[in-house]
């Protein structure tokens, strides 16, 4: 048997994703799975694994950004041990602990049935098709560092809901920015203005203790409604996919 070097780690929820995901990065393919991820190199001569751990944690974080954009799902992943496995001999290097957080709340799966009961829509089946296609793309768009960013505003989001509208603003104030202002960033999106404005009022408003100012107008200050949380995450979201679509047209 030649030498075979892998990486693992672990991630919780364990079921983050139902189903195992596989994707195939520069001289490595890693399978996700039940808790853990394991990374196989395909240079077993590599000289430095380390390097590669690095730039592999680095390509599944995004995998886990990507799939928050359909999930909204916390998550910690953690390890990055060094599996060297040659004939009669088996190495492990465990590095500096690290986590990474990212969040949920999610909605709960509903499904129906025919008279027969056989299950004619499943809406937990439909979300795990949709996250998995999501984290795939973010995934493919890994090396655009403005997506990057994009990804990682709506992850601080999650994971701070008292700032949570100030996060999701950083990335309408992002799209303004690459694309020149809010017209043209509209335009090429394929934003309404409408929707674009909407957006900056509830984030905007004074009242709203998640709001961007902290409810600084106190007399009036109240928690943002589920009406309004629910806008703001959907638009955010949309922002974000149509960056996406932009890069990478369908």
């Not at 991820?37 to 592999?56: F, G, M, Y």
């Not at 390890?79 to 709340?105: D, E, F, M, N, Q």
């Not at 509208?165 to 509209?186: P, T």
Request: proline share 4%; with cysteine.
């Amino acid at each position: 048997m030649a030498k075979v070097i892998s990486i693992e780690w672990s991630y919780s929820p364990s079921d983050f994703f139902r189903e195992p995901v596989e994707e195939s990065g520069d001289n490595y393919v890693a399978r996700l799975e039940n808790g853990s991820v394991v990374a196989t190199l395909l240079d077993s001569q590599i000289e430095n694994p380390e390097t590669a751990r690095q730039k592999i944690e680095a390509d599944l974080t995004i995998i886990f950004l990507g799939a928050q954009l359909q999930s909204d799902r916390k998550y910690c992943l953690t390890g990055g041990t060094i599996v060297t496995t040659s004939p009669g001999s088996r190495s492990v290097a465990v590095p500096a602990s690290g986590t990474r957080l990212v969040a949920t709340v999610g909605d709960v799966d509903t499904s129906t049935s025919d008279s027969s009961g056989k299950v004619t829509f499943d809406s937990g089946v439909e979300k795990e098709k949709k996250k998995v296609e999501s984290s795939r793309r973010a995934f493919k768009l890994r090396g655009d560092p403005k997506l990057v960013q994009l990804l990682l505003s709506h992850n601080a989001a999650i994971n701070a809901p008292h700032d949570e509208f100030k996060r999701l603003y950083e990335i309408r104030d992002a799209l303004s920015e690459i694309f020149g202002g809010k017209k043209n960033a509209c335009k090429v999106l394929g934003i309404s203005e409408t929707t674009w404005s909407q957006f900056g009022n509830i984030t905007n408003d004074p009242k709203l203790s998640q709001g961007r100012h902290g409810g600084k107008n106190s007399e009036q200050r109240r928690n943002a409604t589920d009406d309004e949380l629910k806008a703001v995450r959907a638009i955010a979201k949309a922002m974000i996919e149509a960056y996406e679509d932009h890069i990478d047209p369908k």
